[in-house]
């Protein structure tokens, strides 16, 4: 993620007049696919509520299969392809975007990279000559490497070493919890592995990772199918599909046993706990129902967590929970639904931990009851189907399900997979990942005062 959009990091148009609602509660997008011969695959959407339009490419490469000895080098990789090329120059990315009215970001997660943009229906052409353009090849020189390479480590310092808490509860519980370098590693990277990336490196990571074989182009808005896939073909067919390099595996099973470190933080103010538990593997039947569970528990202020941790007991001072830098339907590889918290200085982790466990052992116990359930469900709902009114949004949601499911269409399941999870199934979830052994602890503690 670029410095100047760093919010965006830790996270519309009006409703589609032409997506047909199957029923009286029911959105349905239209979602139309085309894989071009040189192995891009083309998804759109067709709203013409507005003349705008969203566009997202997304590559299948992230921070899992990035080199060995180069930790943060998708990140930092991401960051070039907004330096130029032989044909567009440093800058002109930007300004052909911003100028028309739009604007542009890009985001490196664990399976996936996206770059998205936005802007009326009359750049749609300029853009995607861009996008193609930096799917060719990009201005690989020494100076560009060298700028950039101090952009993302001063984006590391602004976001982990010089921030309260930085980023323990997303970064270090990961390299805590799991077993496989392609999981556990820093994949915003240590500056000596960023600074060891070599123009070779990058040039033979775009090689291998940046052809269209490996990517998806999205594009919702004002624009028609026929017409998408026809710009598609006129800009990318082009494009000589690229040998890509064969994956590791990089699943792993539950853990077994209990992990927990105890931190200090120069910069807190208070103590923090953030504990993360592995969920069902991508695809897995029980996916649906920990998206439920962990709103249930850590979903907000009427969350489970928070009124028992927060509002009952008054030992924490905020709650929160989520799966690391993706949703519950966007990684492709082992991950974490992680629950991060605050506490009061007269408390502490372990009666934290305990007030969890009284409120998971309830769900396991007794289920949740029907009104509850329905509001758990009400709230995910809303939005899901909120988040996909913004065109931008949208088509990127539709690029990383292509990319993830190999379905862009999950997009319309997911809203049945998640009114259909049970009680019972919340039991299961629940009694299954939320356990002791599968769990990992930080307590991070403010250090002491000279």
């Known amino acids: 993620m670029r410095l100047r959009y760093l919010p965006a990091l830790l996270a519309g148009v009006s409703l589609s007049l032409t997506a047909a609602a199957a029923t009286s509660d029911q959105w349905t997008l239209p979602v139309n696919v085309k894989k071009l011969d040189n192995g891009l695959t083309v998804v759109v959407s067709e709203d013409h509520s507005s003349p705008t339009v969203g566009v997202s490419v997304v590559y299948h490469v992230g921070m899992r299969l990035e080199p060995r000895n180069r930790t943060g080098f998708a990140h930092l990789f991401e960051h070039l392809m907004f330096q130029g090329t032989p044909n567009a120059p440093k800058g002109v990315f930007d300004r052909a975007i911003t100028g028309g009215g739009g604007n542009n970001n890009g985001s490196t997660r664990p399976d996936f990279t996206n770059y998205i943009e936005t802007a009326p229906v009359s750049s749609l052409e300029p853009i995607l000559w861009l996008e193609a353009d930096r799917m060719k090849t990009l201005d690989f020189n020494p100076a560009t490497l060298k700028n950039q390479q101090d952009v993302v480590k001063e984006e590391i310092r602004v976001n982990v070493k010089n921030k309260p808490y930085g980023g323990f509860f997303w970064l270090d519980i990961s390299q805590l919890a799991f077993q496989k370098w392609e999981n556990n590693h820093d994949g915003y990277g240590s500056f000596e592995d960023l600074e060891g990336a070599s123009l070779d490196d990058v040039r033979a990571f775009h090689r291998d990772y940046y052809g269209p074989n490996n990517a998806v182009l999205a594009i919702a808005g004002d624009v028609t199918p026929a017409q998408a896939f026809a710009l598609a073909q006129k800009y990318f067919g082009g494009i000589a599909a690229r040998p890509v390099p064969q994956g590791s595996d990089f699943t792993e099973g539950l853990n077994t046993q209990e992990k927990r470190i105890e931190q200090s933080d120069a910069l807190a103010q208070v103590p923090a706990v953030a504990v993360g538990w592995k969920v069902p593997p991508p695809g897995s039947a029980d996916q649906a129902p920990m998206a439920v569970l962990s709103e249930l528990l850590a979903g907000g202020d009427a969350s489970l967590f928070y009124l028992n941790l927060v509002k009952g007991r008054e030992i924490a001072l905020n709650v929160q929970g989520g799966f690391g830098l993706t949703g519950p339907f966007e990684y492709g590889g082992p991950t974490l639904f992680t629950v991060f918290g605050l506490y009061k200085p007269n408390s502490s982790a372990d009666a934290m931990l305990a007030a969890m466990d009284e409120q998971i052992a309830k769900v396991v116990k007794d289920g949740v009851d029907a009104a509850t359930l329905k509001r758990v469900k009400t709230r995910m709902l809303a939005d899901w189907n909120n988040d996909l009114e913004n065109i931008l949004s949208r088509a990127d949601m539709l690029a990383k ?41 930080i307590d991070r503690k403010p250090a002491a005062k000279k």
């Open 401 to 441: 399900l292509q990319t993830l499911w190999g379905d862009a269409n999950v997009v319309n399941k997911v809203p049945g997979w998640i009114e259909g999870v049970t009680s019972a199934d919340l039991q299961r979830v629940a009694a299954t990942y939320l356990t002791k052994a599968n769990r990992t602890v």
